[in-house]
């Protein structure tokens, strides 16, 4: 991603430009490909995230729901959800084919700056400028832990 507001993509082994995806209206934060391959997920601070076909480059859905921007996002380990991250203090879970919220995830006290999804799809953990790391269980939507520590510079 990038500050232009596109999402390029590179063959890695000639590092010509294969194509550019265009969609977002401000800065690209995160940017992911599906587990497949098939399909590339974006974030921006234009509080959007975006689907894309990685074949054709054409955009297959745009999600919205969180009231600031998006930090960042990951496609679950089956490829099925994404997870997304914000400035708005949430972390949300998507499912990919409808491309609806499931969950809304709420705790941090500030801003949250990155998400991750276990192996195993069934926890995440989240970073936040609240000095926290934080596990959460996906099926309850709960907190499963909160790990202090990070103090200022």
Avoid: C
């Avoid at 995806?21 to 995160?30: K, Q, W």
């Avoid at 600031?68 to 990951?74: C, G, K, L």
């Amino acid at each position: 991603g990038s500050s232009d507001k596109t999402i390029r993509l590179w063959d890695a082994s000639s590092g010509k430009q294969i194509q550019s995806l265009e969609g977002h209206s401000n800065y690209v934060t995160s940017v992911q490909f599906s587990p497949d391959g098939n399909r590339i997920v974006s974030s921006s601070w234009d509080k959007t995230i975006r689907l894309w076909d990685s074949s054709s480059g054409k955009q297959i859905q745009s999600l919205g729901g969180h009231s600031d921007i998006i930090s960042s996002v990951q496609f679950s380990p089956n490829g099925n959800r994404i997870i997304s991250s914000s400035v708005d203090k949430t972390i949300r879970l998507w499912d990919v084919s409808s491309g609806k919220q499931i969950q809304s995830f709420g705790g941090h006290s500030n801003y949250v700056t990155s998400v991750q999804f276990s192996p195993d799809g069934n926890r995440i953990v989240s970073s936040s400028w609240d000095k926290t790391i934080r596990l959460w269980n996906i099926s309850s939507g709960k907190q499963i832990q909160s790990l202090d520590g990070h103090s200022d510079i």
